[in-house]
């Protein structure tokens, strides 16, 4: 009988829980029948349990758990702090928020990225500037960067997509210029830079911990950052604008001492506050993400090794000096003059049960929601709408056992049996 949580967290507490998707699947595997979901969850009993403890002990809005993780997280990353939100796009707004950003100024983003990189610049009345990427790594391009500064940029927002690290040496462009550095690091947990974790070099980075990210709070987002000031004010933002987790809130109420220091509202917030079943969950998940990247890895490294064979019609990734890629997904470009579409690629792997994706959103300054929102687009944006038009990804993830990633390989090759 399990009597309280720290009996999970020191061990003493065992579970019988498979550490794959067929714990969740009633049917063994079968090549080509059993569908190959995008995602698996992460959780197993440990969080249930301490959410059930959270559930029982009536603490369940953001408290003590979510202090833990946010505690743990900053530790990981390598940095002084972090703020726990409700969901990742909730980490971007508020980051966003917590610039100061002026209605006309503008922010430097991917046109190849998903929705809530980009709308949330809009929503906080700054001008999103569309950038294009590079070809290989899919990520931001700092040359395509230094042409779109102009006088009223103020920030830079580098994407990590699909895990892959972006050229930090980025950060010399914002210094001699000026800007922020807001790293959207949403689906980069543990990858690095020369031997630093993505999210420690900006300003201030965000992740999201969706169901479907290396580690899950269901739904759930973080902000870390170095610096203080920032991270009082994505406290504060968080809680409608109230004052109660700031630092100087001592100061700030003893200069306002006819309001209630428990409700003193600073400034006009949101409510993008976590609950503590969310922090369980991330007090559980942390410890588990290291092996979980690993698993990543190997897999990523035994396609790229089996997948080879196909490069006269394939762009793979493959992972570089310096950097560690933390593999959200598995992406594939089909190279231009292959005798087949992206499409009928993805057609078949679908029909043998792959689930697949596009790439995010795309080249997303085509998306019709596009024209709705004021935006600049710097430069062509030939990379971006190549990887539109030719890549997908499908999952890798901690679902992926031997057999099932060897099937994988085995769909390619039958696809190309025929193609050939």
Not at 76 to 81: A, R
Not at 119 to 135: M, T, W, Y
Not at 146 to 170: F, Q, S, W, Y
Request: charged share 20%.
């Amino acid at each position: 009988m399990i009597t309280s949580p720290s009996e999970i967290r020191s061990g003493q507490a065992s579970f019988s829980l498979r550490p794959d998707w067929m714990a969740y699947c009633p049917d063994p595997f079968q090549p080509g029948k059993t569908r190959i979901p995008l995602s698996v969850p992460t959780y197993g009993a440990p969080e249930v349990v301490e959410v059930l403890f959270s559930l029982l002990s009536g603490n369940v809005t953001m408290g003590k758990k979510v202090r833990q993780f946010e505690e743990m997280f900053a530790e990981y990353i390598g940095v002084k702090h972090a703020v726990m939100t409700n969901s990742g796009s909730s980490a971007n707004l508020l980051a966003l928020s917590a610039l100061g950003l002026q209605p006309g100024d503008e922010v430097i983003t991917p046109a190849l990225t998903w929705a809530t990189t980009v709308f949330p610049i809009a929503q906080v009345g700054a001008v999103p500037v569309l950038v294009d990427v590079d070809r290989t790594t899919y990520n931001i391009s700092p040359h395509a960067i230094e042409t779109a500064i102009t006088a009223k940029t103020r920030a830079i927002m580098p994407v990590h997509l699909l895990g892959r690290p972006c050229d930090m040496n980025l950060m010399s462009i914002a210094k001699e210029h000026g800007l922020y550095v807001i790293e959207d690091s949403c689906e980069a947990h543990g990858a690095e830079y020369k031997g630093k974790k993505v999210g420690s070099c900006g300003d201030m980075a965000t992740f999201s911990f969706f169901f479907s990210h290396h580690i899950s709070t269901i739904e759930g987002g973080m902000i870390v950052t170095n610096h203080l000031k920032f991270a009082d004010q994505c406290r504060s933002l968080r809680a409608f604008g109230w004052i109660r987790e700031m630092s100087n809130r001592e100061r700030i109420s003893a200069a306002i001492d006819h309001i209630d220091p428990r409700f003193l509202f600073l400034s006009a917030g949101y409510n993008f506050r976590p609950t503590e079943i969310q922090g369980a969950f991330g007090i559980h998940q942390l410890p588990r993400l290291e092996g979980f990247i690993q698993q990543r890895q190997d897999n990523a490294a035994y396609w790229n090794r089996e997948l080879a064979e196909f490069e006269e019609f394939l762009d793979l990734q493959w992972e570089y000096l310096d950097t560690r890629h933390a593999w959200f997904a598995y992406p594939v470009m089909v190279r231009s003059g292959a005798p087949f579409t992206r499409k009928e690629l993805q057609d078949f792997l679908e029909a043998k049960g792959l689930e697949t994706r596009p790439i995010e959103a795309g080249n997303i300054a085509v998306q019709p929601a596009m024209k709705t929102i004021k935006h600049r687009i710097s430069g062509p944006l030939t990379n971006s709408q190549y990887i539109h038009d030719n890549a997908f990804f499908f999952g890798n993830h901690a679902g992926i056992t031997p057999v099932i990633r060897e099937a994988i390989v085995e769909y390619f090759r039958e696809f190309f049996r025929e193609v050939r």
